[in-house]
T-cell receptor, first 115, second 111 residues
Framework: DAMVIQNPRYQVTQFGKPVTLSCSQT?????MYWYQQKSSQAPKLLFH???????NEADTPDNFQSRRPNTSFCFLDIRSPGLGDAAMYLC??????????????FGSGTQLSVL | QKEVEQDPGPLSVPEGAIVSLNCTYS??????FMWYRQYSRKGPELLMY????GNKEDGRFTAQVDKSSKYISLFIRDSQPSDSATYLC???????????FGKGTKLTVNP
């Protein structure tokens, strides 16, 4: 089945230790997104790629970086995780038609814990 | 962007009940609204979307938009334990990258 796959499902890191989360998709979608979702909060868009064009949200901390080496893969790098970065990180894709009704396809998320 | 407000619940109902989930929005310039369902430890999945005012029905689910009161609703008829999830409303404010989510309402349907 075509899908969005995130690895790992659970990630534990230490305060200040860099961590990378990964996402892959078999949908061949143009757009890939990274969202942060804290407990009982709305998903918050961190950045998205339209093909190779990187788009950073204005309030995304510099501590967060992203890479998209090809259509299928996208990575989220957290350079120096703080306790406040513990959250569910959701990867999503969409076709990139640009319409307001465009559907997002989400992965199952990576739950990040920072010790 | 302006916010989408949603009561986080939790909401607990018996099986077979009619469930009403609600959100309010403040930015009336954009008229596409979506409901995503998120099971525990899973990513959200699109359940329904509506445009402008009126109702949209899909099986046991009905999405409703009231532009005059800036109110969006999701009704679930004959609720089932498998409907237990968090329901996120969202407003599309000009494209998929401008999707504004509510905080979600956690629903439990008890057998």
């Amino acid at each position: 089945d075509a899908m969005v796959i995130q690895n790992p499902r659970y990630q534990v890191t230490q305060f200040g230790k860099p961590v990378t989360l990964s996402c892959s998709q078999t949908l061949n979608h143009n757009v890939m997104y990274w969202y942060q979702q804290k407990s009982s909060q709305a998903p918050k868009l961190l950045f998205h790629y339209y093909d190779k064009d990187f788009n950073n949200e204005a309030d995304t901390p510099d501590n967060f970086q992203s890479r998209r080496p090809n259509t299928s893969f996208c990575f989220l790098d957290i350079r120096s995780p703080g306790l406040g970065d513990a959250a569910m990180y959701l990867c999503a894709t969409s076709r990139g038609t640009g319409g307001p009704d465009e559907k997002l396809f989400f992965g199952s998320g990576t739950q990040l814990s920072v010790l | 962007q302006k916010e989408v407000e949603q009561d986080p619940g939790p909401l607990s109902v018996p099986e077979g009940a009619i469930v009403s989930l609600n959100c309010t929005y403040s930015n009336s310039a954009f008229q596409y609204f979506m409901w995503y369902r998120q099971y525990s430890r899973k990513g959200p999945e699109l359940l329904m979307y509506t445009y402008s005012s009126g109702n949209k029905e899909d099986g046991r689910f009905t999405a409703q938009v009231d532009k005059s009161s800036k109110y969006i609703s999701l009704f679930i008829r004959d609720s089932q334990p498998s409907d237990s999830a968090t329901y996120l409303c969202a407003q599309s404010q000009g494209g998929s990258e401008k999707l504004v989510f509510g905080k979600g309402t956690k629903l439990t349907v008890n057998p």
